[in-house]
């Protein structure tokens, strides 16, 4: 099967939510009202994995790898990340790039930006096979 193809599918099991950003739309650096520091370890958790931003408020996450293993920072509803981690599993080389995620080689930093647009609590994990499964989720929550 085609990476497209995967893609496609994938999209198609968890609703097309992807497509929909029900948990806000990428972000504009040059309006990031604050820079959060997110560091990954290979014990499968994120450091901090919880935070708190305004609705309307526009971070800049700059993800840093520091384990031996890639992981990589999506972000989504939970019901989407689930539905992605079971497609990532059974098609483990399955390459995806999208504005609400960051790949982090190890010892490396990237940097994501995105604004969220709507109050709730949205997740973000690593979808890599088997680390989402192991707890490597961080949480947000978008207040008024």
């Not at 969220?116 to 008024?144: D, N, S």
Request: some cysteine; hydrophobic content about 40%; aromatic content about 6%.
């Amino acid at each position: 099967m085609s990476r497209i193809a995967i893609l496609v599918l994938t999209l198609a099991l968890a609703g097309g939510a992807w497509a929909r950003e029900d948990f806000g739309r990428p972000g504009d650096p040059g309006e990031a009202t604050r820079t959060v520091r997110i560091g990954m370890a290979d014990t499968m958790r994120y450091s901090p994995s919880e935070l708190t931003v305004q609705r309307g408020e526009t971070v800049k996450f700059a993800v840093v790898n520091n384990g031996k293993q890639k992981h990589e920072m999506v972000i989504g509803t939970m019901k989407e990340l689930k539905a992605h981690a079971e497609m990532m599993k059974k098609h483990p080389g399955m390459e995806h790039d999208e504005p609400h995620m960051v790949h982090v080689a190890p010892g490396k930093n990237e940097t994501l930006v995105w604004q969220f647009t709507k109050a709730g609590t949205f997740y973000f994990g690593c979808l890599e096979p088997g680390h989402f499964e192991a707890g490597m989720i961080g949480k947000v929550k978008v207040v008024k």
